[in-house]
């Protein structure tokens, strides 16, 4: 064992006080901190090979800590260790196949068998055929859990789950085991049989290293360790550390007394000069006394009388060691005033019970309390107080800033065949409409063509090669107005503004003519008086504007996005709460393996339910597909890896499934609002527009309407492919990079 910072005076133990060969673990000057706590300060001990090393100490000391640092998973502070000869900070992933771990709490899986439990743990560390069979039946007739193969974990007892992380952690053969409190909860005659496994398996030179808070698991052990408040305290084989001097002061002896109501009897035994330790073990107090007064006159002082037979020297058992370690340790610490024994009758608590005054609303009992309790929960839970503080200010944003459902600004295509100057007027008097906005002029009908197909113009104008002439003979000119009709509301502006522009120009063009001449403005092919300008709209995609052609394949978009961000990040959450995740870091299964494996099966469900609302929107809505089905189906996976993602990322940042939903909600606002799936983002304010394309929804709900209401193909959709497989790959670094096989 390494020295402690506690008792210099303590006898050197052979083959403990530095590293040597046998060393199965060595620890020098381990510490861990989080924030401002430490939860470990400065530890070291060595535990040889084949030992049954036992870590004690209270709840919150740091047994648990250490655990994890020598099992890789939590990176220490400051010091070092190692574990098989594996450093714990540089090669952690080489001591996980070695070393099998079993946590404070059952972690594994409540909805698998007994038999699918040992399984998977056997396949994650490399077992597979034969020799997984012949692992499995081993562990299964060492732990007596045979009979019980396919019951389902969640269904057995606290003593046979514990039987089962046990076998579990035994399925690889390991070295070392590391065991978190493996009896806490569960009742003594399973305990018992516990530890006869445990002594079985230290007898085949298995490393055992248990933490406990049990004094008679201590006894058991070949050496032990005791920690308080983050030190290490005591260190030592259970006998040795009975003789410290700490303990067994010069000049004391410690007795077993044996009396009537020895509760009552414990304040004046402690408030004597002579009795240095009064402690209750069930009907008996252990005394450690000063030798310079009888102890039959001790207890006189006391008020007891005693016969020699309830009296009876003793040894120091374990939990006199510890708890004498425990007061020195306390001493040395600034302790808060407390009131004296001595203190006056008036000054102490009343003994008797105090009369209690009810009010008549006494369903209001307990209101204020409950108020200050919720009050210190708001503010301790970061994630909701971001949450009650940053969505209402997003929705005022959204609702009040990003969204007009005044159609503007409509993008526009223009294909020029007469390119003169009344063409250009025409183009001009759109423009001067507000409703549309001329993203290009173009000669080419292919060009033509490809804006419309792509969604960059959602409203084309063809000017005949004849315009100006057939203007000057007084003769009607027909303007083809080409409208997306995907959208019933872009649609509906974008016809009724093209209708009126056509009637305004025509006046403007005939009155002149019919205050000169008083005919005709112009003429029909068939001779018949006509307005100049014929505006002949045309609905493209969605000729009788059904409402369902423009929401359901964007609800294609959203749907996928919900479900796998909210399934990927709380399957994560959720394994990180139950404390299956930490076993898992345990394991030798790397990053990749460990999220492929999370990943791929929610990939799957996902691209089953992708099949399966295109079918409910083919068959149930009556939206045909324009567009090729297979680069949709393609175009869908690249869209659902990077929903998955978003999940992954959200489950890095929650700790909780409500968190996770939190942060998942505040994902989908903006999908939903700001993609373009209800409102029109050519509408929106400049930065939110740009803002917009941040979003993955906002790529993928183009692409679908592009291929399904418009037979665009992959050069149409081009840009949007390139922005989606940006935000994927960007979202797929962030998650990936943030996922640790690590606790923080």
């Known amino acids: 064992m390494g020295s402690t910072n506690f008792d210099p005076a303590w006898p050197p133990m052979s083959g403990w006080s530095n590293a040597s060969v046998s060393s199965t673990i060595s620890v020098q000057g381990l510490s861990r901190q989080f924030g401002t706590l430490t939860a470990v300060d400065d530890v070291s001990f060595e535990v040889e090979r084949g030992a049954i090393f036992g870590l004690l100490g209270p709840n919150g000391s740091g047994k648990s800590t250490i655990i994890r640092m020598l099992c890789g998973v939590l990176p220490p502070s400051a010091g070092d260790a190692s574990v098989l000869g594996h450093n714990v900070r540089t090669d952690s992933e080489a001591i996980k196949r070695r070393i099998g771990y079993m946590s404070q709490k059952f ?141 067994n002061r010069p000049g004391t002896s410690r007795y077993e007394l044996r009396i009537a109501s020895p509760a009552e009897k414990l304040a004046p035994l402690r408030a004597n000069e002579q009795v240095h330790d009064a402690t209750l073990f069930g ?45 020195a340790a306390e001493r040395d610490q600034v302790a808060p005033a407390v009131p004296s024994i001595d203190q006056p009758e008036t000054d ?16 209001f009992d307990g209101l204020f309390a409950i108020l200050i309790k919720e009050f210190f ?40 065949l007469d390119g003169r100057r009344a063409s250009r007027e025409l183009t001009e008097a759109f423009v001067n409409t507000r409703q549309f906005r001329i993203v290009e002029r173009v000669y080419d009908r292919d060009v033509f063509q490809g804006f419309m197909t792509s969604g960059r113009a959602r409203v084309g104008v063809v000017i005949p090669p004849n315009y100006s002439e057939r203007l000057l003979q007084g003769e009607q000119v027909q303007v083809q107005v080409l409208i997306d009709g995907s959208d019933s509301q872009v649609a509906t502006t974008a016809l009724n503004a093209a209708n009126l522009l056509g009637m305004n120009l025509s006046v403007a063009i005939a009155r ?80 990749s393996g460990l999220l492929l494996g999370k990943l791929v099966p929610y990939a799957l469900v996902g691209f089953v339910e992708t099949l399966v609302v295109l079918a409910v929107m083919v068959y149930a809505f009556g939206v045909p597909i324009q567009g090729s089905l297979v680069l949709l189906l393609v ?87 390139v922005g989606l497989t940006i935000c994927c790959c960007v979202i797929l670094m962030l998650s990936i990079t943030r996922f640790r096989k690590q606790l923080s």
């Open 512 to 591: 002149p003519k019919a205050d000169t001449s008083g005919s005709a403005p112009s003429r029909d092919p068939v001779g018949r008086a006509a307005l100049p300008i014929e505006v002949r709209p045309r609905l493209l995609y969605n000729p009788d504007l059904e409402s369902a052609y423009f929401f359901v394949p964007g609800l294609v978009g959203i749907i996928l996005q919900l479900v796998t961000l909210f399934l990927t990040s709380f399957a994560i959450v959720g394994e990180r709460e139950l404390g299956t995740l930490e076993q898992l870091f345990v394991t030798p299964v790397g990053r």
């Open 377 to 416: 929960h708001i503010r301790r839970q970061r994630s909701t107080l971001f949450f009650m503080l940053v969505m209402p200010v997003m929705q005022t944003i959204i609702f009040g800033v990003a969204l007009d459902t005044q159609v503007e600004h409509i993008p526009t295509v223009v294909l020029d």
């Open 348 to 363: 102490r608590p009343s003994s008797k019970h105090a009369e209690v005054r009810r009010s008549p609303w006494r369903t």
């Open 635 to 721: 175009l869908s996976t690249l869209f659902l890896v990077t929903a998955l993602g978003l999940g992954l990322l959200v489950s890095t940042l929650a700790k909780t499934q409500v968190e996770a939903m939190q942060f998942a909600f505040m994902i989908m606002l903006p999908s939903v609002l700001l993609s373009g799936f209800a409102f029109p983002r050519a509408e929106m304010p400049s930065p939110i527009y740009e803002a917009t394309y941040l979003l993955p929804a906002t790529y993928f709900i183009e692409i679908l309407r592009g291929i399904v209401l418009r037979g665009a193909d992959l050069f149409d959709l081009l840009p949007w492919v």
């Open 283 to 327: 009907e008996t107090i252990h005394l450690l006394v000063s030798d310079e007064t009888p102890v039959a006159k001790i207890l006189e002082s006391a008020g007891i009388t005693a016969s020699e037979e309830a009296i009876r020297e003793v040894g120091p058992s374990l939990e006199d060691v510890f708890v004498t370690l425990t007061k």
């Open 107 to 247: 972690s594994l899986y409540n909805d698998l068998s007994v038999r699918e439990n040992l399984n998977f743990y056997g396949r994650i560390y490399g077992l597979d055929g034969d020799q997984l069979a012949r692992r499995r039946e081993e562990v299964l007739e060492l732990t007596s859990l045979g009979d019980r193969i396919d019951q389902l974990a969640g269904t057995l007892s606290g003593g046979w789950k514990q039987r089962l992380a046990l076998a579990c952690a035994l399925i690889h053969e390991p070295e070392v085991i590391f065991l978190d409190e493996p009896t806490a909860g569960i009742d003594p005659v399973a305990r018992r049989q516990l530890w006869d496994l445990l002594f079985e398996l230290s007898a085949r030179g298995v490393t055992l290293f248990v933490t406990t808070h049990y004094m008679d698991e201590a006894e058991r052990c070949n050496y032990v360790g005791y920690i308080y408040l983050a030190k290490l305290l005591a260190l030592g084989k259970p006998d040795e550390l009975k003789q410290l001097p700490t303990v």
